[in-house]
């Protein structure tokens, strides 16, 4: 039978009820109790204010096969080197040392605290709702959920899948990057996100929130954008790509705006877009819906790509634009007006100039179907161009465990 244990006394009992342990599990109180240096199977131990747990700590045996191991910290300090291994912890205050890790399929629960610099997560399920967080949190082959907290630096991701509905992640007064993430799946539906870098597969989501500037899409890595705001630039190469389906990108002052090179692909298919857009030898972007409010910087061997139901140059039509899949390259750059509807029904228009458009930049038109709305619209371009350009990838959502209330021990 479950029951509760009181095994201090003093103001405590006031405040404080410890949580209740699983059958058979024994229970250790920090204080009265003093902390060992390890716990392994069937015990619980749980951390007080005034309280203290010593440095390299093990919950649970090295090597893995330890069960029904948990830790719960309310307060007190936690010493350097902090290591769970098949363990679930909860930590809802206190301070948290250096070199905090949870391994091998452990569970990490945090609503408060202050951690003072580096956690490590293998092989391990986090659940963030609160807490500050001034260093390094890095995750391999796990699954991170936060939803709070405070992030001053780094969130590096590999082999793992990213869960941002809240907080403020990565956000740093300089702007710097400081989300790395490898052959990872990023999912961001609200929060505030700082700049990123994505590479090596990384597929990254967002449906809401805002992502500071100015994050960076390469090496095969896809951003899909639904929702939310992107503050002011970002950066496309090396076989990076964006696709644009809606939300919102905001010009910020002094901001080079969307940056696309080397490989780069854009695809605007939808949301507003008030942004310059830089091209760069082998950067490609398509237009083919969204509100557009966009100038054009486009170099020496950048292409750029309109899908759209009627073109006019000046007023007049563009000869060679008479059926669907027609297309037509511009090699005019006499500053003459280009108007065209594009294929969601939207206006955009812009001078073609030679300032703006290098001599040897290619900028092509297609005449194509119209949709009946953004969201139906994606990226159908058409296979008669031999343009490659991804589809969005279908995800199955990731399971979470529950997040277990009773991480603060309060009634």
């Known amino acids: 039978m479950r029951k509760t244990l009181l095994r201090f006394a003093g103001p405590c009992i006031a405040a404080l009820a410890v949580a209740l342990p699983a059958d058979g599990q024994t229970v250790i109180n920090v204080p009265p109790d003093e902390a060992p240096t390890a716990i392994g199977s069937d015990t619980q131990l749980n951390l007080f204010e005034a309280g203290s747990i010593p440095n390299k700590f093990n919950a649970g045996s090295p090597n893995g096969f330890s069960t029904n191991v948990e830790v719960n910290v309310s307060g007190g300090t936690v010493g350097t080197d902090f290591l769970a291994m098949a363990a679930e912890v909860t930590i809802s205050g206190g301070t948290i040392g250096n070199n905090f890790s949870t391994r091998q399929g452990s569970t990490l629960n945090i609503s408060g605290g202050t951690f003072v610099y580096n956690i490590f997560a293998v092989d391990s399920m986090v ?127 002094n901001s080079i705006g969307i940056d696309v090179t080397d490989g780069g692909t854009v695809n605007i298919a939808g949301g507003t877009v008030d942004s310059a857009i830089e091209l760069g030898p082998g950067g490609m972007v398509n237009i083919s819906g969204g509100a557009l409010d966009v100038s054009f910087n486009a170099r020496n061997g950048s292409t750029l790509n309109i899908f759209g139901t009627e073109f006019l140059l000046d007023g007049l039509p563009i000869a060679g634009l008479d059926d669907v899949g027609d297309s037509v390259i511009l090699t005019g750059r006499d500053g003459a007006m280009l108007q065209a509807t594009l294929r969601d029904g939207k206006s955009f228009d812009f001078p073609v100039s030679t300032d703006r458009f290098h001599a040897d930049a290619t900028l092509r038109l297609i005449l194509a179907e119209p949709v009946p709305e953004p969201s139906t619209l994606g990226l159908a371009l058409l296979a008669t161009l031999g343009l490659s350009i991804r589809q969005p990838r279908r995800r199955r959502r990731t399971g979470q465990r529950p997040i277990h209330n009773r991480c603060d021990f309060f009634n």
Do not use: C, Q, Y
Request: aromatic share 8%; glycine share 18%.
């Open 127 to 253: 659940n963030i709702t609160g807490g500050a967080f001034p260093g390094h949190f890095t995750a391999r082959d796990s699954t991170v959920n936060i939803s709070g907290g405070v992030f001053e630096l780094s969130v590096d991701m590999v082999r793992s899948t990213l869960n941002i509905s809240g907080g403020l992640v990565g956000t740093n007064e300089d702007g710097s990057t400081n989300l790395v993430w490898d052959n990872s799946t990023v999912n961001i539906t609200g929060g505030t996100v700082g700049p990123f870098f994505a590479s090596e597969g990384t597929t990254v989501t967002i449906t809401g929130g805002t992502v500071e500037e100015f994050f960076t899409a390469v090496t095969g890595a896809t951003v899909d954008v639904f929702g939310g705001v992107l503050k002011g630039s970002f950066r496309v190469r090396v076989g990076g790509t964006v696709n644009l389906f809606g939300g919102t990108v905001e010009r910020m002052e």
